[in-house]
């Protein structure tokens, strides 16, 4: 008798769950902003378009990235409530507050993930309308989000390292 | 009181600058990275009274900034400001001679508290 596998889930609850509690405590604690989550979904080949992406990489034990997504108007309305004033998105400040804004989302979230695992230093991606593409090995879960600023979403596409026995050397 | 701001991001240093300049007296100089820092820092050894550095930054990160300053200067108060809040790398900060550690994100009353209390501290030594 053939016996069906359980299909896996995309991404580990124990994934995301920091990630949206990050959201959260970043914006309330920052922004002074609540942040609403909406229903996650899966990435898919016509996924959803922004026009700008804070994105963070991640090494060690977990392997992936992290990115807040914007459409524009939303992304100026919440970059204006964390610096305290209205940039234009084309001002290199407007890039500097979007990085830092997903930074401490990761940095955050990286607390309460386990392992020993390593964050880059923010990249931000400006432009129209684009959509970041998903590896197939690495599935990407959208987390959309809603602020009385703006909506945003949280992309999450990171896998869990398998821990070595006895890397790094002795534990007490 | 002099205090110099280490943090790649300029938005970052602009909001601890806002924070911090209610404290009476308060003047500021900023670094967007730790090798900006060390050079500005070893040309006034000892001019700062308060030095906040970030962990993650280009160039040279806040764990060396705060090693290499304290191989001269043991004196200067620093706190790390930081979205690394693992407590191994809180342990390693201690280690390296920060006088106080504050977790990104913060809100005002945290980080003034956390200022506060490190120079109370140093006052009461």
């Known amino acids: 008798m053939t016996q069906i596998e359980k299909p896996k889930p995309a991404l580990d609850a124990k994934i995301i769950v920091p990630f949206i509690n990050a959201t959260r405590e970043v914006f309330k604690r920052m922004l002074s902003l609540e942040t609403e989550i909406c229903r ?14 804070g994105l963070i990489g991640f090494s060690g034990s977990l392997i992936g990235s ?27 400040d407007f890039a500097d507050a979007v990085g830092e804004l997903a930074n401490m989302v990761a940095g955050r979230a990286k607390r309460d993930l386990a392992g020993d695992a390593s964050i880059t230093i923010p990249n931000v991606i400006i432009g129209k309308s684009y959509s970041i593409a998903a ?7 959208i987390v959309p989000c809603r602020t009385k600023a703006g909506d945003f979403a949280v992309q999450i596409s990171i896998k869990q390292m398998a821990a070595v026995p006895n890397a790094g050397g002795s534990q007490t | 009181m002099k205090i110099f701001l280490v943090d790649d991001s300029r938005t970052m240093r602009n909001i601890q600058r806002k924070i911090l300049s209610e404290i ?66 809180i342990l390693e ?3 390296a001679g920060v006088n106080n550690y504050v977790v990104k994100p913060f809100n005002a009353e945290t980080l003034t508290e956390k200022v506060n209390q490190t120079l109370a501290k140093a006052k009461a030594a």
């Not at chain 1, 979904?41 to 922004?50: C, D, N, W």
């Not at chain 1, 992290?66 to 209205?86: D, R, W, Y």
């Open chain 1, 66 to 92: 992290a990115a807040l997504s914007f459409e524009e108007p939303a992304a100026v309305s919440i970059v204006a409530c964390f610096a305290g004033q209205k940039m234009e998105s084309t001002s290199p």
């Open chain 1, 40 to 53: 996650p979904l899966l990435k898919t080949e016509a996924g959803p378009h922004y026009d700008v992406t």
């Open chain 1, 135 to 141: 590896l197939r090995a690495f599935p990407c879960l």
């Open chain 2, 93 to 95: 900060a201690i280690r």
């Open chain 2, 24 to 89: 009476p007296g308060a003047t500021f100089c900023e670094a967007g990275d730790g090798l900006e820092a060390l050079t500005a820092i070893s040309a006034q050894l000892g001019g700062f009274d308060l030095i906040l550095v970030d962990w993650n930054m280009p160039n040279m990160d806040g764990i060396t900034l705060v090693n290499k300053i304290r191989e001269k200067d043991k004196k200067t108060l620093l706190i790390m400001a930081t979205t690394e809040a693992e407590k191994s790398r």
